[in-house]
């Protein structure tokens, strides 16, 4: 009994730690399942944080992969699955939802490709459900995380443009967030076109090889790829873990290329969706009008053409990893830089890999015998201003684990993350819960944004974030 109690305790204190101040992202998805098992891979991962962010609708639709078929049955098909876990996941974290709920979420877009289905007598359920739900008494934005063809936001935005007064069209407007896996109906860029203020994130066109959310799936030279591997996915994942788990389907093409479209919105102390250039789990975004005119065609239907508008796209990173050492200090800086904008992504891969794992976990173990997120507490805020050539302290003493896990801490500069954009670095050591830093010298006000990444040491090694934005002034 007194085991049954503490573990109770545990677990209450865990989830009012890692709720505090976190007001969950909203987000509808729409997605082609079926065009590839990567949507159905995707859905299990979602389901797994169900408790972390707000699902409000999950759409079936088309795409130029599947163009004149929809399959609400095959997301009823995983949720049935959740339902069987939801008991067990609810020992580990109290919010995840009830299946019931979720049940209810599902919605049908048109069987049509395209502008095909955009228009007048085109509205569907899940196109009059975008609708309603923005029409809802929350303030908070809402994401369309967009899997395969969009043409049911597009038929959304008709009806609103069309039905409500400007202003009102406008207020409504100013609450979608959209991210795209790339464009997969010809729809995506009519709506950049049509709704220039829309935020939208997306690299254009249909050459995946040259989008940002490939980083998820991509072979990397040069450093370990395990977590992406089919044998990883079958140990962590597919067997033995579970209903949801053994529902996680084979790689066919790529290895959960919907995903990035909700990393971000997970809270996890590194991502801010309200900032893509920030960076965090789902990658890192700039915002500008892109020019794609010279990559190549990747070999679906959809016709590429020119932005005419900014759009939130393609960022680089130059990224120095910190690797293992076996004796002396936990950790040194790789002699490799990798450059690009999938290493926004990629960077973060193992993390997010892990946590997956963790949370797959959950569907079968007990509190006690399942690993879970360590808890970075700062003893300062996240955000402090200093002047130009002075050192500061950042401390992440008060840092917890549920478990009792032993911690490394790691503190690191994010330079493409501030407006000051050389690196700087940390004091002395880097794997401390105390950084140490010297302020560089500056002619006008500059932001500089430091990221302690705790891990313990529990099975798998689990990561959680803090961004420290550090304002510098000049002298």
Request: net charge negative; hydrophobic share 35%.
């Amino acid at each position: 009994m007194r085991t049954t109690i503490l573990l109770f305790l545990l677990s209450l204190t865990f989830n009012m730690l890692s709720s505090q101040e976190i007001q969950k992202n909203r987000v509808i998805i729409l997605t082609d399942i079926e065009a590839d098992p990567d949507d159905t891979q995707s859905l299990v991962r979602l389901l797994l944080y169900s408790n972390e962010i707000d699902i409000e609708g999950i759409v079936a639709t088309t795409s130029c992969w599947m163009t004149d078929k929809i399959n609400p049955q095959s997301i009823t098909k995983i949720i049935k699955a959740y339902e069987k876990v939801q008991p067990n996941l609810l020992k580990h974290r109290a919010d995840y939802p009830k299946a019931e709920k979720l049940y209810a979420l599902v919605k049908q877009g048109l069987p049509k490709y395209g502008m095909k289905g955009v228009g007048e007598g085109m509205d569907s359920e899940g196109s009059d459900w975008i609708i309603k739900t923005l029409e809802k008494d929350d303030e908070r934005p809402l994401w369309i995380s967009t899997w395969g063809g969009v043409n049911t936001l597009a038929q959304s935005l008709y009806k609103i443009e069309k039905t409500k007064s400007k202003k009102e069209a406008k207020r409504l407007i100013s609450k979608l967030r959209v991210y795209t896996i790339s464009d997969q109906d010809d729809s995506g860029i009519w709506i950049r076109n049509n709704f220039p203020d829309l935020f939208y994130i997306v690299t254009p066109g249909d050459d995946y090889g040259s989008a940002t959310w490939t980083g998820i799936n991509s072979y990397i030279k040069g450093i370990d790829n395990t977590t992406i591997s089919n044998a990883w996915l079958a140990k962590h994942i597919q067997q033995g873990h579970g209903p949801l788990g053994a529902a996680y389907p084979d790689v066919s093409w790529g290895v959960e290329g919907d995903t990035p479209a909700f990393l971000s919105l997970i809270p996890n102390g590194l991502n801010n969706a309200e900032h893509p250039e920030w960076g965090g789990w789902g990658g890192r975004y700039k915002l500008y009008k892109p020019d794609f005119s010279s990559t190549r065609k990747g070999g679906s239907i959809v016709k590429i053409e020119p932005e005419t508008r900014p759009i939130w796209t393609n960022a680089i990173d130059n990224y120095i990893r910190f690797i293992p050492k076996e004796y002396g200090r936990s950790v040194k800086k790789d002699t490799a830089v990798f450059k690009g904008y999938k290493e926004t992504l990629w960077r973060w891969r193992d993390d997010f890999q892990h946590d997956f794992a963790a949370r797959m976990d959950w569907c079968e173990m007990s509190f006690e015998e399942a690993n879970h997120a360590p808890i970075p507490i700062l003893s300062h805020p996240e955000q402090i201003t200093v002047k130009a050539e002075e050192t500061f302290t950042l401390d992440a003493f008060e840092s917890t684990d549920p478990d009792g896990d032993s911690l490394s801490f790691l503190w690191f500069n994010y330079p493409e993350a501030g407006t000051y954009k050389k690196p700087i670095n940390v004091n002395g050591v880097e794997n401390a819960h105390m950084a140490h830093i010297t302020a560089p010298k500056v002619d006008k006000e500059e932001t500089a944004h430091f990221i302690l990444k705790i891990t313990d040491k529990g099975m798998p090694q689990l990561s959680a974030y803090k961004r420290v934005i550090v304002t510098i002034k000049p002298n």
